[in-house]
């Protein structure tokens, strides 16, 4: 069962941005501490952000100044934005909050 659901991955060119949003579709899961990771194909699943319960936030060297990750409290979301996209970001990231997990949603990078 899916308990977090991932939106905004998509195919977009080196330089590029996306925006993607994690929403709960259990009841009364609120998100506070979050993580964002990505799993490239034949590579291990990596931690990319995290956002803890005071809203402090952590990012891998590889994303940070790059990505930002977000917490809209109200609407009980996560988001990262990530700019300036390279090869290398090609993956499924996952949205995660304790011990929740989203299906993934796939991102490519290409020209």
């Known amino acids: 069962q899916v308990q977090l659901v991932e939106s905004g991955g998509g195919l977009v060119q080196p330089g590029g941005s996306l925006r993607l949003s994690c929403v709960s579709s259990?009841?009364?899961?609120?998100?506070?501490?979050a993580n964002w990771y990505r799993q490239a194909p034949g590579k291990q699943r990596e931690l990319v952000a995290t956002?803890?319960?005071?809203?402090?936030?952590v990012y891998a060297d590889s994303v940070r100044g790059r990505f930002t990750i977000s917490r809209d409290t109200a609407k009980n979301t996560v988001a990262l934005q990530m700019n300036n996209l390279i090869p290398e970001d090609t993956a499924v990231y996952y949205c995660?909050?304790?011990?929740?997990w989203g299906q993934g949603t796939q991102v490519t990078v290409s020209s």
């Open positions: 995660n909050t304790y011990s929740y």
């Open positions: 259990v009841s009364n899961l609120r998100i506070y501490v």
């Open positions: 956002i803890t319960r005071d809203g402090s936030t």
